[in-house]
């Protein structure tokens, strides 16, 4: 049954990615957030350098979409991927994160990422 679980979560992922493209004009912003999904997901699996990778085409399909929301998610999610690996990374992607939050008027979001930045004991 586990085994069963595993494969449906390693392809779940790439089969609504290749729905997405298979789109007469692929749908970039719903693959950014499969990325997104799929990098949160590997990092509560522990499984760091794979989450990053899908991260970091994430942020760079959501900066170059304007997806300003989109892309302070990421940018939280990789200062959560590098907190314990390398914690100045992690306050300059909360720095950023943080920043996205307060331009578009989400300041409880802000807050809570003051708050994982003041918990990196700068």
């Known amino acids: 049954m586990n ?3 595993g494969y449906a979560e390693r392809t779940r992922g790439r089969f609504t990615q290749a729905g997405f493209r298979s789109l007469d004009q692929p749908d970039l ?3 950014a957030k499969v990325e997104l999904w799929q990098g949160r997901t590997l990092l509560e699996k522990n499984e760091r350098p794979d989450a990053v990778a899908h991260l970091e085409q994430a942020l ?3 900066t170059e979409l ?5 892309r302070a998610q990421v940018l939280d999610a990789l200062g959560d ?4 690996t390398d914690p100045a990374s992690a306050d300059r992607y909360y720095q950023q994160a943080m920043e996205i939050y307060e ?10 990422i003051q708050h ?3 918990s990196l004991g700068r």
């Open 103 to 112: 331009e578009i008027g989400h300041l409880l979001t802000a807050a809570t």
């Open 29 to 31: 912003h719903n693959l």
């Open 60 to 62: 760079a399909s959501m």
């Open 3 to 5: 085994r069963q679980k």
């Open 81 to 84: 991927a590098h907190v314990t």
């Open 66 to 70: 304007a997806r300003h929301y989109d």
């Open 116 to 118: 994982k930045r003041d």
